[in-house]
Structure formats: C-alpha cells, structure tokens
C-alpha cells in the first residue's frame, strides 16, 4: 500500500477505536478521535522512513521496529498509541499488496507474504485498505467488550462472588 492508504487506515482506524471506547459522540469522543489519531497515523507512516534510506520493506518493516514501539512508553511514558499505527502499517502492507515484509530483518532478509492483495496502483487498492480497516475495527470491539469481561469475572472470582 501507499502512503495515502495508511493514512485512511490510520484517520479511520482511529476514529472507530475511539467511538467505541467513548461512544456518546460528544465533545468527549472528538477529544478521544485526536488523540487516538495523531499517535496512529505518525506510526502508520513511521516503517515507510526507510524509504529514505536503508532498504525498503526490510529496515523498518520488522518486528523489532515493532517491539520498540510497543516497549517505548515503558521505559518513557509516551507514544502509547504509536505502536497500534505501526501494527496496522505491517497488516496493511501483508494483508493488503503483493509484496512481503521482512518481519525478521535484519536477522533473515527473506519477505513473508500472503497470497492475496492488490498492487500499490491498483484502484481497489481504497476499498482493499477500508475492508482491512473493517475487520482490524472488529477485532478492536470484540477485545474491547471481551478484556473487562474477563477482568470482571476475574476479579469476582477472586473476591469469591462466582
């Protein structure tokens, strides 16, 4: 995908996630849609820096970008968000064009792919970004409405209630 892809990913990816963790759609909501949004798309546009320099598809597309972004705001208390724009770049790159990723560069530079997807020009290229963005959207709600389930529960059962 292109960087006009990621951007719709990102911008869509966020405002969803951020109506179904404030739903009401008020001031609130549009708060929670910034600032969900700028940490995202920054990390959705973050792996494609390696078209700068280094190798393309290998520099920055890897799980230990990944893991930086993921292990950051441990060690520095910020960029929260960054990781889920970097996780959906990798997704959307996998699930969404022809070409492979280099998840274990700089260790092995062999590409992962998937046997679907579009070219980067192809003008179903939107409409293959907004079905990913659909079921990443889906995945969100589920574990949104499944984790406090589970905690809950978890926590009455350690408070002998089930």
Do not use: C
Request: aromatic content about 8%.
């Amino acid at each position: 995908m292109n960087k006009r892809e990621h951007v719709i990913n990102a911008v869509a990816l966020s405002v969803g996630l951020a109506y179904l963790t404030h739903p009401a759609g008020d001031a609130t909501t549009a708060r929670a849609v910034v600032g969900v949004a700028v940490p995202v798309v920054l990390g959705a546009l973050v792996p494609d820096v390696d078209t700068a320099f280094g190798s393309h598809r290998k520099t920055f597309h890897n799980l230990a970008t990944l893991g930086v972004f993921v292990g950051y705001p441990l060690y520095f208390d910020n960029l929260e968000l960054v990781w889920i724009g970097v996780a959906t770049h990798f997704v959307l790159d996998l699930l969404g064009s022809k070409r492979g990723l280099a998840l274990l560069y700089p260790l092995d530079s062999a590409e992962f792919d998937l046997p679907i997807g579009v070219t980067t020009g192809s003008r179903y290229a939107t409409g293959v970004t907004l079905a990913v963005t659909a079921v990443e959207l889906a995945i969100a709600a589920a574990l949104i409405a499944e984790v406090p389930r589970q905690l809950l529960e978890g926590g009455l059962r350690a408070a002998g209630v089930f």
